[in-house]
């Protein structure tokens, strides 16, 4: 934190009252968004790096925890307490205990996003799993499926709804998690938030702010699309 109120120089206060704006009495000043949008290219660039990274690693982690769950339902309880036990502790203590280890940067918030993500993708890939009908695995069997080609070929196809929602659960909440890995100097729309603005002038915040909205509503977006391309009988069925 000392680092970032280092870095800003008084340049940081006197760019402010561009675009004719007077900072004391207006909350949101165009002309300065106009005249400092390229300022938030680089941040939100590591802030999708960030999420993506996140988010496609906690995704792999949890599949393999699910598949692995689903084989060997024993397991399911201990994953889940383990995916809980990493999702509750507070987001920012958890950079901090991750500092001592992998130093400050980028890995270190990846690691801290991925941990949060685990619970949520788990959870949804074991219950999409389990509420797959019996009769629909059996009759599988019945026709000479493996135990493979039943879980690749039937009930993760069928699990597939509730895993997209859980990935989508899981990325709109790793975009907003993100920004804090400031605290970590790892980057992102945060550097933003927490540097680029000061009491009395909340332009700063208010840009980073809408540009994670964007970014969430986008990536969710995206996913809905893709839960409805990977389950067409979904959309029949509606």
């Known amino acids: 934190m000392a680092e970032l109120l280092a870095a800003v120089d008084d340049s940081f206060f006197t760019d402010r009252t561009g675009g004719g704006c007077i900072q004391e009495n207006k909350l949101f000043c165009p002309g300065w968004v106009a005249d400092n949008y390229d300022r938030y290219v680089d941040p939100t660039l590591q802030h999708l790096v960030l999420v993506g990274s996140a988010v496609v ?9 699910g598949v692995f769950a689903h084989r060997h339902r024993f397991l399911q309880t201990p ?23 992998t130093g400050r940067g980028a890995l270190t918030a990846i690691i801290a996003l991925t941990a949060f993500n685990l619970q949520i993708i788990f959870r949804n890939m074991t219950n999409g799993l389990r509420n797959v009908p019996q009769n629909v695995t059996e009759a599988a069997t019945g026709i000479g499926m493996t135990k493979s080609q039943v879980l690749w070929q039937v009930e993760l196809p069928l699990a597939m709804p509730e895993i997209i929602a859980g990935l989508r659960i899981a990325t709109v909440s790793t975009v ?21 603005s000061n009491i009395t002038f909340k332009t700063g915040i208010i840009v980073a702010g809408s540009i994670a909205v964007i970014m969430a509503i986008v990536f969710d977006g995206m996913l809905l699309l893709a839960g409805k391309l990977l389950a067409p009988w979904k959309r029949v069925a509606q």
Not at 176 to 196: H, K, M
Request: proline letters at 4%; aromatic letters at 16%.
């Open 176 to 196: 907003a998690l993100a920004t804090l890995a400031v605290f970590a100097n790892g980057g992102g729309l945060g550097t933003e938030i927490v540097s680029g």
């Open 79 to 101: 994953f889940l307490a383990g995916t809980g036990i990493l999702y509750t502790i507070p987001s920012i203590s958890f950079f901090f205990l991750l500092l001592p280890i």
């Open 57 to 65: 690693a906690g995704f792999l982690i949890a599949f393999a925890l």
